[in-house]
């Protein structure tokens, strides 16, 4: 075992080059785990945007389209007026 090493200024100590490691490791931790909330969001954001496409392509497919009416149907249309 080795002696253990006494602490002149417990102060001092947050200081040194021991705390300043566990800080960065600790700052490192923080910013490589997502926040689960940001997650969440950004998921939901796509399923909508996706949604929004698919309504949006429905919509451009199922655009009326005016067919031209038999002759029979514009003589009889002709006739009752």
């Known amino acids: 075992m ?3 090493r006494s602490v002149l200024n417990p102060t001092l100590e947050a200081y040194g080059p021991a705390a300043t490691a566990k800080q960065n490791r600790d ?3 923080t910013a490589i785990i997502p926040d ?5 969001a ?3 954001l796509i399923v909508l945007l996706r949604i ?3 309504q949006k ?11 031209p009416r038999p ?3 514009e003589e009889e ?3 009752a007026a």
């Open 27 to 29: 700052a490192l931790l």
């Open 77 to 79: 249309e002709r006739q």
């Open 42 to 44: 950004i998921g939901g």
């Open 52 to 54: 929004l496409r698919v």
């Open 36 to 40: 689960p909330k940001a997650v969440i």
């Open 71 to 73: 002759p029979e149907e």
């Open 57 to 67: 392509q429905k919509q451009k497919n199922a655009a009326v389209i005016a067919m």
């Open 2 to 4: 080795q002696p253990r």
